[in-house]
């Protein structure tokens, strides 16, 4: 069984970094099969899609261009994990952001993490 | 980026009814469709990929179809526990997109 957790802070100050971190337990970051994704959801966007990170015998990126330049999505092979970086974030970067797994372009986001509350406040 | 419109934003309905769901793309997006059910306070939960595949563990009450750019969710006999915002996907293009939501309320 996939589980994805996630981990960091809930508040932001404006124009500073938001990081987060998703714990894959059941299924490896380094799978050739699966790709891992950052999802965010707020009641003015809906749910957007930010981007992903996947390796195919190496490792690629996928990021959506309503936040390419500020984003980062990196794996850490050696704890099972994959990161979100945020960077100059405004109040409407505040919403839950989510972590995800697809396995692939027809299989749909399978395994969700528990989602994060990051408000963006002085 | 591929537009996703869902019809309706709202809907109810009583335990035993049919409902469905529409989602248009606008654009060809051959069939890589996504439906996903969020309960409030929780993360969303895949129900249908690939337009009418059912992912496992999801009951059979549930159902895609999809018909050009037009795709429909249909859930046959309401269950108290289905009351809930409804999300459709585009996985054809980045980026993936979704629709604005449906929520299901009860009657």
């Known amino acids: 069984q996939v589980q994805l957790q996630q981990s960091g802070p809930g508040l932001v100050k404006p124009s500073q970094t938001l990081s987060l971190t998703c714990a894959i337990s059941?299924?490896?970051?380094?799978?050739?099969?699966?790709?891992w994704n950052w999802i965010r959801q707020s009641p003015s966007r809906g749910l957007e899609w930010l981007g992903r990170?996947?390796?195919?015998?190496?490792?690629?990126?996928d990021n959506a261009v309503s936040v390419k330049g500020r984003i980062t999505i990196n794996p850490d092979t050696s704890k099972n994990q994959f990161s979100l970086q945020l960077n100059s974030v405004t109040p409407e970067d505040t919403a839950v952001y989510y972590c995800?797994?697809?396995?692939?372009?027809?299989?749909?986001?399978?395994?969700w993490g528990q989602g994060t509350l990051v408000t963006v406040s002085s | 980026d591929i537009q996703m419109t869902q019809s309706p934003s709202s809907l109810s309905a009583s335990v035993g009814d049919r409902v469905t769901i529409t989602c248009r793309s606008s654009?060809?997006?051959?069939?890589?469709l996504n439906w996903y059910q969020q309960i409030p306070g929780t993360a969303p939960k895949l129900l249908i990929y690939a337009a009418s595949s059912l992912q496992s563990g999801v009951p059979s009450r549930f159902s895609g179809s999809a018909s050009g750019t037009d795709f429909t969710l249909t859930i046959s006999s309401l269950h108290p526990e289905d009351f809930a915002s409804y999300y459709c996907q585009q996985t054809y293009s980045m980026p993936y997109t979704f629709g604005q939501g449906t929520k299901l309320e009860i009657k």
């Open positions: 654009q060809s997006i051959a069939g890589y």
């Open positions: 059941g299924d490896s970051v380094s799978s050739n099969n699966a790709a």
């Open positions: 995800a797994r697809d396995r692939a372009k027809a299989g749909g986001l399978d395994y």
């Open positions: 990170t996947y390796y195919r015998s190496k490792w690629y990126n």
